[in-house]
């Protein structure tokens, strides 16, 4: 529910104040870090597929630096730059540049991230609560809310006999709509294709994963390649070496193949949705008891947020194109179909603070909103009257 002092957005002077005082009172501080950020942070843990949609430049020492292209990592960062007391709530809005299909590079975002909370569950449960409210402040009482799960896939390739390179490709595409194909290629992947890159796999066995990457992209720039298909060096050497690992360590048997696709095909309620998790689990023979504890606690304190679980579409194969979620994640949707796109969106990913420098892994959860989709819903909303 709206906290009192915005339950009318009409009475505060714009709505995204409203949307601020939402956050406020739910006891986020806001930030506003620098629109100038260096672009190795994005590149390292969004993936070099976001190189295309960035605003890059270069400083007078050579370093690559970027218009930030979100506003999660720049705040994770100002976080420890700042050296916030965790646990800690904090909250943004500000413009964001990035190359997209619809309207300007530059828009509006605006968001919470909250690090340190040890009750997950329950952080969780409350990250999606103040998506709703953000869905609220611009009118839209019931958008249509997906949810999925990272670490729950993440434990079952780790309950199934996976090579690790298999473990690694597969939770890497989760959310970027390429399981189906992976399954279809990797099913009974054909042994010799190990015997094109022997030469250089012997070379490489048992060298530093950062070494054999630098080492692939020496001999690429010897030999003069700089792009393929839109692809930079380090991805074209990253690619060959999962390749390269992929055919060294065989394909996905048959049976296991049968569980990836009986488990990405589970959609429902998050009651129905567990109970569906529950039986497979039991019928393959694998344990995912902690991971499904974990999301049954979520499932009540959504209960206790006043979240409508029938309002709630969960399936097991919806992920986000960010390599960094690690547990939860969803986007809150226009149910009309007025915007392109979600309204907001989120998750968890208690991984991001320690990449980006923590001593230690601090559990971190958070939501951005796309401000002017939303607003455009709301004047929509008002032209209608």
């Known amino acids: 529910m709206l906290p009192a002092a915005v339950a009318d957005p009409r ?47 270069v400083d007078t020492e050579g370093r690559e630096l970027c218009l930030r292209p979100d506003l999660t990592i720049p705040v994770a960062r100002a976080v420890l730059d700042e050296k916030l007391p965790l646990p800690a709530k904090v909250s943004y809005l500000g413009s964001v540049f990035r190359f997209r299909g619809e309207g300007s590079g530059e828009f509006r975002q605006a968001g919470v991230e909250s690090f340190g909370r040890a009750d997950i569950e329950a952080a969780d449960a409350q990250i999606l609560a103040l998506g709703l409210n953000a869905c609220a402040v611009y009118g839209l009482a019931q958008p249509e809310i997906r949810l999925g799960d ?73 030999a003069g390649i700089s792009t393929v298909g839109g692809r930079s060096v380090s991805e074209i050497a990253e690619r060959f070496l999962e390749q390269s690992a992929l055919d060294a360590g065989g394909g996905v048997s048959r049976e296991t193949g049968e569980i990836l696709s009986r488990y990405l095909a589970i959609s429902g309620s998050p009651d129905e949705a567990s109970a569906r998790m529950r039986a497979l689990a039991a019928e393959a023979g694998i344990d995912l008891s902690a991971a499904l504890g974990v999301f049954d606690r979520r499932t009540g304190f959504l209960t206790a947020y006043q979240v409508n679980l029938a309002d709630v579409r969960f399936s097991t194969a919806f992920g986000r194109p960010l390599d960094y979620y690690s547990g939860m994640v969803f986007e809150l949707h226009d149910p009309t179909g007025r915007a392109a796109g979600p309204l907001v969106a989120g998750g968890r990913y208690d991984r991001l603070l320690s990449r980006l420098g923590a001593p230690e892994c601090v559990p971190g959860v958070g939501l951005a909103a796309w401000v002017e989709r939303l607003a455009a819903l709301d004047l929509s909303r008002e032209a209608a009257r």
């Open 11 to 57: 009475d505060a002077s714009s709505l995204e104040d409203a949307l601020l005082a939402c956050f406020d009172a739910a006891g986020f501080t806001r930030l506003n870090p620098p629109i100038l950020q260096p672009a190795d942070v994005f590149l390292d843990l969004s993936g070099e597929s976001i190189r295309r949609r960035m605003y890059l430049t």
């Open 150 to 222: 990272v670490g729950l896939f993440a434990a079952l390739l780790e309950a199934l006999p996976l090579a690790p390179a298999l473990r690694r490709r597969l939770l890497k595409d989760f959310g970027q709509g390429r399981l189906d194909t992976d399954l279809t290629q990797l099913a009974a992947r054909p042994q010799e294709g190990a015997a094109a890159h022997a030469g250089v796999l012997a070379a490489l066995t048992g060298a530093d994963p950062a070494a054999a990457r630098a080492l692939i992209t020496d001999l690429l720039s010897i």
